[in-house]
């Protein structure tokens, strides 16, 4: 029936408690620094055709309101095994435990900005088998790969997009790419091309979050 559909969210995820202004800051401080690094002005044309302007990464992404860590995208049930995450019993164990996040990284791309979890074992029960599969150069990755906070958006893109960056650059680390390395106060930082940057943090930032649902 039309009301049994209602009742599967938008999406299901973890959304970080007590830590979305802390979270933010370090966020903001990031590309503050970022945009001030000789490396990153000399590849500014990935972010601009106007190089005789500096980039602004603060005002370059726009804030894309509550922090979480989606799951499950179910689009209220008309997503590709929406029902059956639902259902699922590790979903309906969890509901509305609290678990601890690990960001082990932030990533920033001319499209989007963001923070890699890295899941436990436990934490992986909640993870669809096919976040990572469905994108097929993605489909070798190893399970959770894709698990992110998306941070903030350029204008004119969608949240769906961070996934897609993480996985892109998650592809080359895979490969065993080695890119451009500097050295910064949070850890190293790597440029990849094309824009993308990836900051492998010497020390995770551990978050408390809520397994739940969206459905606004
Ligand atoms: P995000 O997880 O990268 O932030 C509502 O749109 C939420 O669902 C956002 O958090 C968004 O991206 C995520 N989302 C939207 N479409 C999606 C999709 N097709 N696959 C996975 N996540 C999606």
Not at 84 to 90: D, F, G, L, P, V
Not at 177 to 187: A, I, W
Request: aromatic share 12%; net charge negative; charged share 25%.
């Amino acid at each position: 029936s039309p009301f049994e559909e209602m009742s599967i969210p938008l999406f299901f995820g973890w959304f970080l408690l007590s830590v979305q202004e802390k979270v933010k800051c370090t966020s903001m401080d990031f590309l503050k620094t970022l945009d001030t690094l000789e490396i990153f002005k000399k590849h500014m044309t990935d972010f601009t055709d106007k190089p005789e302007n500096e980039v602004d990464l603060e005002q370059y992404f726009k804030d894309k309101g509550v922090l979480h860590c989606t799951t499950k995208f179910c689009d209220y049930g008309k997503a590709k095994g929406a029902k059956e995450y639902a259902q699922n019993t590790a979903v309906k164990d969890f509901y509305g435990s609290t678990f601890e996040l690990s960001l082990t990284a932030l990533f920033v791309t001319p499209r989007t900005v963001g923070a890699k979890v890295s899941l436990t074992e436990e934490q992986l029960l909640l993870w669809p088998a096919d976040a990572e599969s469905s994108v097929p150069a993605a489909a070798s990755l190893p399970l959770g790969s894709r698990a992110h906070i998306t941070l903030g958006c350029a204008e004119g893109v969608e949240p769906v997009q961070t996934g897609l960056d993480l996985l892109d650059i998650s592809i080359l680390q895979h490969e065993g790419q080695k890119g451009e390395q500097v050295e910064m106060e949070l850890g190293q930082l790597t440029y990849f091309g094309d824009g993308r940057w990836f900051l492998s943090l010497t020390e995770p930032i551990f978050v408390p979050a809520c397994f739940s649902s969206f459905y606004m």
